[in-house]
């Protein structure tokens, strides 16, 4: 046998020999008579085998349930327990299943909105900011109001379910129910204007409560007002807690005592506005100022001032929070802190999308800056 050499390929000339064609992990060869040629192939290395993805059983396993109660807290079934469903998507996440959860699901273009009340100016620019929002997306909006008679935390979740909704955004601040009925089955959810809180599991857009509220009282302060009171929202509300934080924040910088007297929780709306300043206008030593939480509370301040004969700004400063179209329809106009109002309704839609895209992850929390606008409420305190 002799070897020769042929182009860039290796050869073996085999005189007499009929060598039949092999293949082996190391090439691949052909058959001639006497002539065998050798076309080299890379080696390929066995790859590990891929680990199998879970499936319901395993996760029914480790969740201690069985499968169809696994399907059922999927697809947010309300017979399923909410100890059971958070147990389910604990171990759905700890898998690796939560991402496959709600695969394949068909949205319809819709938005749902559940605001508490609708016959005030927030929540009126509240839904125009969402209606806009989702109307430049090609969807509609369903409004839901909370403070209905006949609204049930449980049916209204059924709906949304029912209807296969695109996203949710909670306008409200009592809204209690199994919310993870919606996660489960990939339901984007926003709180909108809830405030400051604790939980990292919400998805959150607000405005600066606390800022605002410190500015509109440190405004005061700067005109020479060394009483002042204020009537705030309902005390178990975070927005109403991070005003009232603003507040105490900005009388302790001023170098002010905080009086509790000085304090009364309202409900944001007239009927607490004007409750909280005949409390006030009623002390021993009454305030030169009142710091309401917001312009529908303030109007119920300028209401009690008016029946009490006092001159708005000369005998009492009076500002609000929110700055809807009511402050300069008010006599004088209302001073205020300035909330994006509508822009925080439209940014809530933009991030529900944002969130449908996303892999999971921590939830977005969005604060849109506060602005005190000064108008004829607001003047130095009258001398005593």
Known sequence: MRRTAESSSSTIVCENVSIMARSSLEGHSSERQGVMRWFPVPFERSKPMATPKPTLADVARVA????????????GRSDVAQATRERVLSVMNDLGYAGRAHAGVERDGLIELAIGGIGSMWALEIVRGAEEAAFRTGR??????????TFSVERWIDSILARKVSGVIIAAAHVDGDLSRLHSTG????????????????????????????????????????????????SDVPVAQDRLEGYTAALRQGGLAVDPALIMHGDFLVGGGERGAEALMSLDDPPTAIVAASDLTAMGVYNVAHQRG??????????????????????????????????MADQAVRLLDDMARADGGPQPRIELSTVLVERGSTAAPAQR
């Open 64 to 75: 201690g349930v069985s499968v169809p109660t696994v399907s059922k807290a999927i697809s």
């Open 140 to 149: 509609s909006l369903v409004v839901a109001n909370t403070q209905h008679e």
């Open 187 to 234: 339901v984007p959810v926003i709180h909108l204007d809830v405030g400051r809180t604790e939980s990292r599991d919400e998805a959150q857009v607000g405005a600066t409560n606390w800022a605002g509220m410190r500015d509109a009282t440190r405004h005061m302060i700067e005109l020479g007002h060394t009483r002042i009171g204020f009537v705030g929202g309902e």
């Open 310 to 343: 006092l001159s708005i700004p000369a005998d009492l400063s009076v500002s609000g929070f929110d700055d809807t179209v009511l402050c300069e329809y008010l006599s004088p106009p209302l001073t205020t802190v300035r909330q994006p109002i509508s822009q």
